[in-house]
């Protein structure tokens, strides 16, 4: 069974940039077929995609963060990461990761972390 | 971007009854639409990939329809764990500009 843990600061502070990571057990973040995902949903309301890395460090973003995003994969760790910088308040949300997976037509977020709350405040 | 519009907002169905929720796409996805659900405090789970399969372990009581740009999901009768917020999302084009989700619907009881 893949499970997904994010971690990192609960607290940054604006202008500042925030660094998560995702942890991924019971599955290779070095598979074919699976893009990385960083997901976010400010308190009350809808998912936005933040953006995706494959193993060979490709990149998708979302263009209305692109300018501020950068997401990383170390596979010697199982990991990947999320940079997003210049924060302010209105990138106070819930953090998911989630593993993206792709076969054929088929192109869906099969497996999410739980989810970390990450607060932009002085 | 392909903007994704959820309507109603908020359905307020008894348990037993059937709920109905909409997805509208801006522009054609084809079948590429998926559905999740999400319960407070958690994350979003896969229930519908290519706007009509299940997800591995999702009731039958779940069902999804459309092409293009209209979707349904129907819930056929609700139980007590169904009463959830539902997300559509668009997975068109390869590479995508972007992920859109719709805004979601919130199925409360009634």
């Known amino acids: 069974q893949v499970q997904l843990q994010e971690s990192g600061p609960g607290l940054v502070k604006p202008s500042e940039t925030l660094s998560l990571t995702c942890t991924v057990s019971?599955?290779?973040?070095?598979?074919?077929?699976?893009?990385w995902s960083w997901i976010r949903q400010p308190p009350g309301k809808g998912l936005e995609w933040i953006g995706y890395?494959?193993?060979?460090?490709?990149?998708n973003y979302n263009p209305s963060l692109k300018s501020r995003v950068t997401i990383s994969v170390d596979t010697s760790k199982n990991q990947f990461s999320l940079k997003l910088s210049s924060v302010t308040a209105a990138d106070t949300a819930v953090y998911y990761c989630?593993?993206?997976?792709?076969?054929?037509?088929?192109?869906?977020?099969?497996?999410w972390g739980q989810g970390t709350l990450v607060t932009v405040s002085s | 971007e392909i903007v994704m519009t959820q309507s109603p907002a908020t359905l307020s169905v008894s348990p037993g009854e059937r709920a109905t929720l909409s997805c509208r796409a801006s522009?054609?996805?084809?079948?590429?639409l998926a559905w999740y659900q999400q319960k407070p405090g958690q994350a979003p789970r896969l229930l519908i990939y290519?706007?009509?399969t299940r997800a591995t372990g999702i009731p039958a009581r779940f069902s999804g329809s459309g092409s293009g740009t209209e979707f349904t999901l129907t819930i056929s009768s609700l139980q007590s764990e169904d009463f959830a917020v539902y997300y559509c999302?668009?997975?068109?084009?390869?590479?995508?500009?972007?992920?859109?989700f719709g805004g979601g619907t919130k199925v409360e009881i009634k």
């Open positions: 989630a593993r993206y997976f792709i076969v054929a037509t088929i192109k869906v977020f099969d497996y």
């Open positions: 019971g599955g290779s973040v070095s598979s074919g077929s699976y893009y």
């Open positions: 890395i494959y193993y060979s460090g490709s990149t």
């Open positions: 522009q054609s996805v084809s079948s590429n």
């Open positions: 290519g706007a009509s």
């Open positions: 999302q668009q997975y068109n084009n390869w590479p995508p500009k972007a992920l859109t």
